[in-house]
């Protein structure tokens, strides 16, 4: 069975940095694309950042390059996005997820397995 575990979400003042976790068991995570999602009241879910299966390429929403990182660590069957220079409309829930596939991909639709979420919510 496979479990993904997001962590490290919260609230803060707009300008600050969180770094989320995501842990991923009973997969061979290494083989995989990772991605993180965001969706807020009212809205779709969206990408917001996804990584290759060995970490060699990124794809970042237009809204938070330059202010996102993602990056995993196989070793660990962990997967992290920085955020810096955090703002207001970033406020979501963000899921972490598990693609099919090895290559980067944007479509909710490719990924098979999801954590539950954690919160962030950054205040003005």
């Known amino acids: 069975q496979v479990q993904v575990t997001e962590s490290g979400g919260g609230l803060v003042q707009a300008g600050a940095s969180l770094r989320l976790s995501c842990s991923v068991s009973?997969?061979?995570?290494?083989?995989?694309?990772m991605g993180w999602f965001r969706q807020a009241p009212g809205k779709e879910r969206e990408f917001v950042a996804i990584?290759?299966?060995?970490?060699?390429?990124?794809v970042y929403t237009d809204s938070v390059k330059g202010r996102f990182t993602i990056s995993r660590d196989n070793a660990k069957n962990t997967v992290f996005l920085q955020m810096n220079s955090l703002k207001p409309e970033d406020t979501a829930v963000y899921y972490c997820?598990?693609?099919?596939?090895?290559?980067?991909?944007?479509?909710?639709?490719?990924?098979?397995?999801w954590g539950q979420g954690t919160q962030v919510t950054v205040s003005s």
């Open positions: 009973g997969r061979t995570f290494s083989s995989y694309a």
């Open positions: 990584i290759s299966w060995r970490g060699l390429s990124t």
């Open positions: 997820a598990v693609s099919r596939y090895k290559t980067t991909s944007k479509a909710v639709a490719d990924y098979d397995y």
